[in-house]
């Protein structure tokens, strides 16, 4: 009964089917404490429905989900306790203001007095000003933020994020950043869907890439870079102008050049781009990781 | 565990608070005109067997119906409208249990219940009282309390499923207009069966309100066309019955927004 290490969340050869279509087909991961694990995909890849199953919204065909080892399926109320999460799909609850709705659900969790904490995330996330509208009153950005607010009302463990800065302005969006990263400084663990590959590739220590319900890729996201991703050389020369040059990231740039027929005296330029997640991305799920890392394009 | 369940009924009551005008308002309007077509006007034309006035008769079938149209409103619409919003799924992913969810929607609505009832009774009372010069007595009041106490619950829980199982609001207004409604008025609210022909009133007996109706009006008057006991038990039973179709289908049934 007892291991070794319990993670936050660990998903075991999860699949779950809508009829005869399968959405998730045998995913397995795990969310560690303290980390931001990106959980990344194109749309309908199956991202939502694994989170539904972790919060008990849909039940899994076969496979395991664990949270802080507690078994989904077996103890949904214990692990209902654990994990805070935000919907991807904007809640408009039409009755209550900002800070009931806060209180209600910091009651669902069995606090009665919970207002410090209500408090801190209110300003926390930019809402003391709103508290007392209501729902309908609020910005589709502060909706979310509120949704962000639910979640944590009770202090847990485990958040799950799925796309929580759809719609969110970028200042916003930085501001959801730097509350991410103290949530991780607290030890929280953290999954995050998102379609912002660049915020991924800041905020996610390891990242998942699914592509229709099967995990392409897993792992550190610098080492997924590495592993998919090319650099980018930008040439200017004098003697045919400019040429983009793809090529591994470890590849040292003076072997590019050679391998190009690049002579160096007749550069006027050179810009190199580190390799992006989301080049690793774009190749990872059109299929031509397996073609070489190197190309050039003029 | 507790804190949990207290949350969601005071949640349940504050939603009708914020509403008290429309809550108290539209119950005082309509039982007014009730009481003024049916009790007074044609009131006067009509003789019952066990020699009660209408009046008296009708005061407590309009507080039934007021009580088990606004549990039955008041859970459905509360999930209705969480369906709608979206808020549904927060009740699911909270440690709330089946039980405590079904509990805390069927008090919030029996509490509306009684309120409309006893907005009902008000009116009704100052109409017997200008109409009788007595106000409306009652008879047995441990009777009136297990009656509504069983009958509000009762539709409450019918809400909660009705509410589970439809896809739009369509499903919930056709089912009040098409079931309710018809039960409602045939289960003896504005007339006494013992005035139908013995096929009908055959017929009527395999209606459920009906002896929740004539239970409480018992309590109210000390008369009823059914044998008490049989009320007691008839909507004893209706209520285990309604019990565990909620349950049912807050297992079964979708916590998926629309
Ligand atoms: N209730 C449902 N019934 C049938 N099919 C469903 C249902 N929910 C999701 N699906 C299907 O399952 C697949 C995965 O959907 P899911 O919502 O998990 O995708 P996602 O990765 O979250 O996508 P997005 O990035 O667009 O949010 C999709 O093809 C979707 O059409
Ligand atoms: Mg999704």
Known sequence: MTQPTTFPLEVIDLKKNYGSFEAVRGLSFEVRAGEVFGLLGPNGAG?????????????????????????????????????????????????FTVEE???????????????????????????????????????????????????????????????????????????????????????????????????????????????????????????????????????????????????????????????AGVDPMDLRDIQVEQGRLEDA??????????????GAKA | MMVAFLTLLERECRRFMKVIVQTVVTPFVSSFLYLLVFGVSLGAAVELKNGVPYLSFLVPGLMMMALINNSFQNSSSSIVSSKFSGDIEDLAVVPLTDNQIIWALGLGALLRGVLVALVTLAVGEVFHDQQLGVWLPVAHP????????????????????????????????????????????????????????????????????????????????????VEITQSLLVSFLGLLVFYVMARISLSRGSFQRW
């Not at chain 1, 949904?76 to 809640?91: A, C, D, S, T, Y």
């Not at chain 1, 930008?234 to 102008?241: A, F, M, N, V």
């Not at chain 2, 009762?154 to 369509?170: C, Q, R, T, Y």
């Open chain 2, 142 to 225: 441990l009777y009136l309390l297990y009656f509504t106490l069983v009958g509000g619950l009762l539709f409450a829980f019918l809400g909660i499923s009705v509410a589970f199982w439809s896809k739009g609001f369509e499903h919930l207004s056709a089912f009040s207009s098409f079931v309710l409604l018809p039960l409602t008025y045939l289960g003896g609210v504005f007339i006494s069966v013992e005035s139908l022909s013995p096929f009908w009133q055959q017929v009527s007996r395999l209606n459920p309100l009906l002896y929740l109706i004539n239970g409480f009006r018992y309590g109210m008057l000390g008369v009823s066309d």
């Open chain 1, 281 to 294: 991305f774009r190749r990872l799920l059109t299929g031509d990781k397996a073609a070489p890392a190197e």
């Open chain 1, 101 to 259: 709705l806060l209180q209600f659900q910091s009651g669902y969790h069995g606090l009665r007095r919970n207002g410090e904490r209500i408090r801190y995330l209110l300003n926390k996330l930019g809402l003391y000003e709103h508290r007392d509208k209501r729902v309908k009153q609020l910005s589709g950005g502060m909706k979310r933020r509120l949704m962000i607010a639910k979640a944590l009302v009770h202090s847990p463990r485990l958040l799950l994020l799925d796309e929580p800065t759809a719609g969110v302005d970028i200042t916003l969006r930085e501001n959801l950043w730097d509350f991410v990263r103290d949530l991780k400084r607290e030890g929280i663990a953290v999954l995050l869907t998102t379609h912002y590959l660049e915020e991924a590739e800041l905020l996610c220590d390891r990242v998942g890439i699914v592509n229709r319900g099967r995990l392409e890729a897993i792992g550190e996201t610098s080492r997924i870079v590495h592993q998919f991703a090319r650099k980018k050389v930008i040439l200017d020369t004098r003697s045919s102008g400019r040429k983009e040059i793809f090529a591994p990231i470890e590849k040292p740039l003076g072997d590019i050049l050679r391998d």
């Open chain 1, 47 to 95: 991202k939502t429905t694994t989170i539904s199953i972790v919060t008990t919204l849909e039940q899994a065909t076969s496979g395991q989900v664990r949270v802080f080892g507690i078994d989904v399926a077996k103890n949904p109320l214990l692990v209902k306790r654990q994990f805070g999460v935000v919907h991807q799909e904007i809640i408009n609850s039409g009755f």
